[in-house]
C-alpha cells in the first residue's frame, strides 16, 4: 500500500468513530452521511440539551453578573461549535472530498501511522476514564440531576475534543508532506516541477481545511478563554478557592474535574496552534534553500528561479474563520487578551 494512503488509515479510522455521532462523514470518501441517524442525533442533542437547562440555571446563579454574562457567551460558542459540526457534515460534503484528495495526491516516505493511532487512541481513553470518574463522583456525592447535566456536558466536551484530536493529527500529516518536499530538494537530483505541484496542492488542501476547521477552531478558542476568565475570577475573589462554597473533600474532587477538563482542552489548542506554526516554519526552510540553490551555478538553477516562483504565491497560512491567524505568537496574544479581560473584572465586587 502506498505511503501516501497509510497514512490517512488512522483518518478513516477517526472518521468511522465519528460518524457514529455525526460529527464527521463515514469516510473521506464516502461523505454521504445517513439521512435518518443524522436527524436522531440532533434531535436528541436538542432535546437533552433543553432539559439540562434548569439544572444548568442554578450553577449559573453562583456566578456574579459579569460572569454570567461571559458563561452564556461560552455557550453559545459551544452551541455553534457543534450545530456548525452538525451542518457541516451533512451539507458541505465536497470540501471533504477535496481535503482527502488534496492529502493523497502528495506522497510522505515517513510514516508516523503508529503516533497517529497512540494519538488517538490515547485521546480516547483519556476522555472515557475521564467521563466515568464524573459519573462515579456526580452520582455517589450530589444526586442525579448533577450526574445527568456532567454527562451531557461530557458529550458536549467530547464533540470540541475530537474536532481538536482531528485537527492535530491532520496538521500533522500535513507537516510531513512539507517536510518531504524539502528532503526531496535536498536530494542529488532534485525533482523541482513534482515540488513545485505538492506545494500548489498543499496549498489548496491548507485553504480547504481552514473552511473546514476554521470556525470550530475560533469557538474553541473562544469558549475555552471565557471558561479561564471565569475560573481565575472566582479564584480570586474567593481566597484561592474555585468556587464560593465551603471546603470539602468533595468540592476539591469537583475542583480537579474541573481543572483536568481545562488543562486537556487548552493542551489540544496549544498543540494545534504550534502544529500550525511547525508548517509554517517548515515552508520558511523550503523557501530559503529554495532562494539558496537557485543562486548556484550548476544546470539545475533555472529550474530552482521558477520554483522560487511558485513558492511565492502558494504561502501556506492557518486561519480561525478569517478572524485572526494561527502561529506562535497567537498563544501570546490570547493570552494578552485574558490577561486584561481578568484585570477589568477583579474590579467588580462579588453580589
Same mark, same amino acid.
Given at each position: 500500500?502506498?505511503?501516501?494512503?497509510?497514512?490517512?488509515?488512522?483518518?478513516?479510522?477517526?472518521?468511522?468513530?465519528?460518524?457514529?455521532?455525526?460529527?464527521?462523514?463515514?469516510?473521506?470518501?464516502?461523505?454521504?452521511?445517513?439521512?435518518?441517524?443524522?436527524?436522531?442525533?440532533?434531535?436528541?442533542?436538542?432535546?437533552?440539551?433543553?432539559?439540562?437547562?434548569?439544572?444548568?440555571?442554578?450553577?449559573?446563579?453562583?456566578?456574579?453578573?459579569?460572569?454570567?454574562?461571559?458563561? %452564556? @457567551? *461560552?455557550?453559545?460558542?459551544?452551541?455553534?461549535?457543534?450545530?456548525? &459540526? /452538525? =451542518?457541516?457534515?451533512?451539507?458541505?460534503?465536497?470540501?471533504?472530498?477535496?481535503?482527502?484528495?488534496?492529502?493523497?495526491?502528495?506522497?510522505?516516505?515517513?510514516?508516523?501511522?503508529?503516533?497517529?493511532?497512540?494519538?488517538?487512541?490515547?485521546?480516547?481513553?483519556?476522555?472515557?476514564?475521564?467521563?466515568?470518574?464524573?459519573?462515579?463522583?456526580?452520582?455517589?456525592?450530589?444526586?442525579?440531576?448533577?450526574?445527568?447535566?456532567?454527562?451531557?456536558?461530557?458529550?458536549?466536551?467530547?464533540?470540541?475534543?475530537?474536532?481538536?484530536?482531528?485537527?492535530?493529527?491532520?496538521?500533522?500529516?500535513?507537516?510531513?508532506?512539507?517536510?518531504?518536499?524539502?528532503?526531496?530538494?535536498?536530494?542529488?537530483?532534485?525533482?523541482?516541477?513534482?515540488?513545485?505541484?505538492?506545494?500548489?496542492?498543499?496549498?489548496?488542501?491548507?485553504?480547504?481545511?481552514?473552511?473546514?476547521?476554521?470556525?470550530?477552531?475560533?469557538?474553541? %478558542? @473562544? *469558549?475555552?478563554?471565557?471558561?479561564?476568565?471565569?475560573?481565575?475570577? &472566582? /479564584? =480570586?475573589?474567593?481566597?484561592?478557592?474555585?468556587?464560593?462554597?465551603?471546603?470539602?473533600?468533595?468540592?476539591?474532587?469537583?475542583?480537579?474535574?474541573?481543572?483536568?477538563?481545562?488543562?486537556?482542552?487548552?493542551?489540544?489548542?496549544?498543540?494545534?496552534?504550534?502544529?500550525?506554526?511547525?508548517?509554517?516554519?517548515?515552508?520558511?526552510?523550503?523557501?530559503?534553500?529554495?532562494?539558496?540553490?537557485?543562486?548556484?551555478?550548476?544546470?539545475?538553477?533555472?529550474?530552482?528561479?521558477?520554483?522560487?516562483?511558485?513558492?511565492?504565491?502558494?504561502?501556506?497560512?492557518?486561519?480561525?474563520?478569517?478572524?485572526?491567524?494561527?502561529?506562535?505568537?497567537?498563544?501570546?496574544?490570547?493570552?494578552?487578551?485574558?490577561?486584561?479581560?481578568?484585570?477589568?473584572?477583579?474590579?467588580?465586587?462579588?453580589?
Amino acid at each position: 500500500m502506498p505511503v501516501r494512503k497509510m497514512d490517512l488509515q488512522v483518518v478513516d479510522l477517526i472518521f468511522k468513530v465519528g460518524k457514529i455521532f455525526t460529527i464527521t462523514p463515514s469516510s473521506l470518501l464516502q461523505t454521504s452521511p445517513n439521512k435518518i441517524h443524522s436527524c436522531f442525533i440532533v434531535v436528541t442533542y436538542i432535546v437533552v440539551t433543553s432539559l439540562t437547562y434548569k439544572i444548568s440555571h442554578v450553577t449559573y446563579k453562583q456566578l456574579t453578573s459579569v460572569q454570567y454574562i461571559l458563561a %452564556i @457567551f *461560552s455557550l453559545v460558542a459551544v452551541y455553534t461549535h457543534d450545530f456548525y &459540526v /452538525f =451542518i457541516f457534515v451533512r451539507c458541505w460534503r465536497n470540501f471533504w472530498l477535496d481535503l482527502s484528495r488534496g492529502l493523497r495526491k502528495v506522497n510522505n516516505r515517513k510514516n508516523r501511522r503508529k503516533v497517529h493511532y497512540f494519538w488517538f487512541i490515547m485521546s480516547q481513553l483519556f476522555l472515557l476514564v475521564e467521563c466515568v470518574f464524573g459519573l462515579v463522583y456526580y452520582t455517589y456525592f450530589t444526586n442525579y440531576q448533577l450526574a445527568f447535566l456532567m454527562f451531557v456536558n461530557f458529550f458536549r466536551r467530547y464533540f470540541q475534543m475530537f474536532f481538536l484530536i482531528l485537527r492535530c493529527i491532520l496538521l500533522d500529516i500535513i507537516l510531513g508532506k512539507y517536510r518531504q518536499q524539502l528532503w526531496t530538494l535536498e536530494s542529488k537530483v532534485p525533482q523541482t516541477r513534482k515540488v513545485g505541484r505538492d506545494l500548489y496542492v498543499l496549498k489548496k488542501t491548507i485553504d480547504v481545511f481552514n473552511d473546514i476547521f476554521g470556525w470550530p477552531c475560533f469557538t474553541n %478558542i @473562544f *469558549s475555552a478563554s471565557i471558561t479561564v476568565l471565569i475560573t481565575l475570577d &472566582v /479564584f =480570586i475573589k474567593s481566597n484561592g478557592h474555585f468556587t464560593y462554597d465551603t471546603r470539602t473533600m468533595t468540592e476539591v474532587l469537583n475542583q480537579m474535574l474541573h481543572m483536568i477538563g481545562i488543562c486537556s482542552y487548552w493542551i489540544c489548542i496549544t498543540i494545534n496552534i504550534l502544529l500550525c506554526d511547525a508548517v509554517l516554519k517548515e515552508f520558511d526552510k523550503i523557501e530559503e534553500l529554495v532562494s539558496e540553490l537557485k543562486l548556484r551555478k550548476n544546470r539545475f538553477g533555472h529550474k530552482f528561479i521558477l520554483l522560487n516562483r511558485i513558492i511565492l504565491h502558494n504561502r501556506p497560512e492557518f486561519k480561525a474563520a478569517d478572524f485572526f491567524s494561527l502561529h506562535k505568537s497567537t498563544l501570546f496574544g490570547i493570552t494578552y487578551s485574558i490577561t486584561n479581560f481578568l484585570l477589568i473584572m477583579i474590579q467588580f465586587k462579588p453580589s
